[in-house]
T-cell receptor, first 110, second 111 residues
């Protein structure tokens, strides 16, 4: 069964550093998303991406965040200057109708 | 209006019992209601989904009941098994493609 692949599975970074979370969506999917889940809380929408541009973003997705599809297969989330409160699981998803989520990247900001 | 309220927060069920998780929404523009199952360290996985034009959908031991007038929907897990122990999230999607998740229910099924 096709999968959404995320790397790394766990990243520890110092406050103020930039991080890039990587995702390989399912190859024939057209819509791409990032969601975030702070430990023990609900999954929250960050951003959706279609046709090489952001189609919607939440209030969480401020100027510190950016997304990119640098080539035909990867989809990245960049956090420019990490804060302690960015510590969370970040899930990538892709869709061509139904969503498929990746296993997530646990980001720990220290 | 964008919220989806989910209850209970946690649920303990004996093996073979019925697990029932409830969700409620406000936004009548929502037109797709999926349930996700999440195991520790994994991403949410689609379990079953329903659209508001039907009142019930069953897939194996999992059933969604949908009450459009009350703006409520629920997940029933029949013959609950220890392997069903996970966190369950309801969600809703409207005219944009984003999912609005409920707060999650941690289900524990004891043998």
């Amino acid at each position: 069964e096709p999968e959404v692949t995320q790397t790394p599975s766990h990243q520890v970074t110092q406050m103020g550093q930039e991080v890039i979370l990587r995702c390989v969506p399912i190859s024939n999917h057209l819509y791409f998303y990032w969601y975030r889940q702070i430990l023990g809380q609900k999954v929250e929408f960050l951003v959706s991406f279609y046709n090489n541009e952001i189609s919607e973003k939440s209030e969480i997705f401020d100027d510190q965040f950016s997304v990119e599809r640098p080539d035909g297969s990867n989809f990245t989330l960049k956090i420019r200057s990490t804060k302690l409160e960015d510590s969370a699981m970040y899930f990538c998803a892709s869709s061509s109708g139904g969503y498929t989520f990746g296993s997530g990247t646990r980001l720990t900001v220290v | 209006q964008q919220q989806v309220k989910q209850s209970p927060q946690s649920l303990i069920v004996q093996k073979g019992g019925i697990s029932i998780i409830n969700c409620a929404y406000e936004n009548t523009a929502f037109d797709y209601f999926p349930w996700y199952q999440q195991f520790p360290g994994k991403g949410p996985a689609l379990l079953i989904a329903i659209r508001p034009d039907v009142s019930e959908k069953k897939e194996g031991r999992f059933t969604i009941s949908f009450n459009k007038s009350a703006k409520q929907f629920s997940l029933h897990i029949m013959d609950s098994q220890p392997g069903d122990s996970a966190t369950y999230f309801c969600a809703a999607r409207g005219n944009t493609d984003k999912l609005i998740f409920g707060t999650g229910t941690r289900l524990q099924v004891f043998p």
